[in-house]
T-cell receptor
Framework: DQQVKQNSPSLSVQEGRISILNCDYT??????FLWYKKYPAEGPTFLIS?????DKNEDGRFTVFLNKSAKHLSLHIVPSQPGDSAVYFC???????????????FGQGTTLQVKP | NAGVMQNPRHLVRRRGQEARLRCSPM?????VYWYRQLPEEGLKFMVY????????ESGMPKERFSAEFPKEGPSILRIQQVVRGDSAAYFC??????????????FGPGTRLTVT
């Protein structure tokens, strides 16, 4: 049962344009969402996160939007740079009331290619 | 401040052998999570440990897999009698404490296990 889904395996954008990566989830009890970036042969690196009580969080070129009614979140990168080319994972955390111990549930990842 | 360290980075084992993967969390971090990434998939939670305690092992296969985080030394993920299906990248992540404001987990570079 895939609770966190990234339906686009890949995305290609031109340098300087906006990159929009999407993520859908099924569990309405998730209370925290995170985006990680991963280069080949390296571990995931934390990018940005958002609590379920908010609908937007911004950090420099990265903005995450959360639409709870649609169970959808997206990561916007503006402007995109060639160094942003990597695999992006969204992840979700359940509430402690569910007995969640902080483990993260990851999507399958989207490979972003930013062309110079 | 050194990041999460994992060793070995690459491990080749024949079917039936034991694999032992080590993880040293970031300085000051007492919580360790292990995740596995199969080819073309996202990361899947395996186990969550604090010093000398297994807190959540709901993602661990029931047989052949075990984990520990002793009072002194790194966390160890042990796979006995490995099979080809165990070939994957194994990532360790650490966090300073569970009730952290942003719930970020910091990942190591991973151990790539190949079973021949």
């Amino acid at each position: 049962d895939q609770q966190v889904k990234q339906n686009s395996p890949s995305l290609s954008v031109q340098e300087g344009r906006i990159s929009i990566l999407n993520c859908d989830y099924t569990n309405s009890m998730f209370d925290y969402f995170l985006w990680y970036k991963k280069y080949p042969a390296e571990g995931p690196t934390f990018l940005i996160s958002i609590s379920s009580i908010k609908d937007k969080n911004e950090d420099g070129r990265f903005t995450v939007f959360l639409n709870k009614s649609a169970k959808h979140l997206s990561l916007h990168i503006v402007p995109s740079q060639p160094g942003d080319s990597a695999v992006y994972f969204c992840a979700a955390k359940g509430t402690s009331r569910q007995g969640n111990t902080g483990k993260l549930i990851f999507g399958q990842g989207t490979t972003l290619q930013v062309k110079p | 401040n050194a990041g999460v360290m994992q060793n070995p980075r690459h491990l080749v084992r024949r079917r039936g052998q034991e694999a032992r993967l080590r993880c040293s969390p970031m300085k000051g971090h007492s919580h360790v999570y292990w995740y596995r990434q199969l080819p073309e998939e996202g990361l899947k939670f395996m186990v969550y440990l604090q010093k000398e305690n297994i807190i959540d092992e709901s993602g661990m296969p029931k047989e052949r897999f075990s984990a520990e985080f002793p009072k002194e030394g790194p966390s160890i993920l042990r796979i006995q009698q490995v099979v080809r299906g165990d070939s994957a990248a194994y990532f360790c992540a650490s966090s300073p404490r569970y009730l952290r404001l942003s719930y970020e987990q910091y990942f190591g570079p991973g151990t790539r296990l190949t079973v021949t």
